[in-house]
């Protein structure tokens, strides 16, 4: 089955350059990093659970959810989706599951942790994991799910935090020899333990990237000079987002006032392509999913009659 993102994700990992990948929540943050000449994007579930339970990252967000969610994002952007398919949601059957669902909803990559199921947030205290023969297990159940469809599979661990360095190559190896495209270890926290997993393991690494927590923030150049190839920042929009909009609702709580420097809506509706999505069907085809408008609202020609208006 042919996935063209999957296959396009698949040359980027490739390449030579590092592939940097931001986290989007929602379909205007995946049109602002296709905008912003980002190459893929990443649908992180702690981001996906706090913007659209208004909860914790503690496992709450079920399969149905977060394909859902999937499906939006892949119908707003171009980009290829690499998205966080927690623990597979329970054994090697429910990971096919996973693993078929994804694929329908849009995925190019997932990565299936090794968590005890309902997991929490990889940079949370108080994880625990499953047996490694069981997490290679579920790793190889998510390979063997795709089929001949293109998916990058990524196996995760979080032994690091429970059982050390040792464990977590370890079981990242023991991935890569079970079919994993990519490991991603998450959580590391000094540049030993980084250089450590490049140095052990053979396949292409992913780096967890967030603001004041467990891995230090280093610039994509110096993590792929440390020997990864892909780099997530799955929080780094919402927390812009979330900082952003606390400011405005304080300016109007305190000063009666909206921040009048703030975008306005013809702004808005150009980010998210009203004048393609005006002008269609005259100008051919239909408006892409995301992208940069051409045109001024002011200069759109108005809408034609309804669909369903007779002539």
Known sequence: MSNESAQTLRALIAGEEMVVVPGVYDALSATLTEQAGFPAAYVSGAAASVSLLGRPDIGLMTATDVAAHLA???GATSLPLIADADTGYGNELNVRHTVETYIRAGAAALHVEDQVFPKRCGH???????DRDDAVSKV??????RGDDDLVVIGRTDALATHGIDEAVERGRRFADAGADMVFVD???DLDQLRR???AIEVPLVVNVMANSRTPVLSH???ADLGYRLAIYPIMGLAAASAAVQSALAS??????????????GEIFETVGISKWLRWPDDGPRPPAGGPAT??????AAPREHVGARR
């Open 252 to 265: 109007l709580r305190d000063t009666g006032l909206p921040p009048l420097d703030a975008a306005g809506p």
């Open 72 to 74: 939006r994002l892949s």
């Open 197 to 199: 997993i490049a140095s």
């Open 124 to 130: 949370l205290s108080g994880k625990s994991v499953i």
């Open 221 to 223: 150049a110096e993590y």
């Open 295 to 300: 045109a001024a609202v002011s200069d759109v």
């Open 187 to 189: 959580a590391v926290e």
């Open 140 to 145: 190889r159940a998510a390979v063997r799910a």
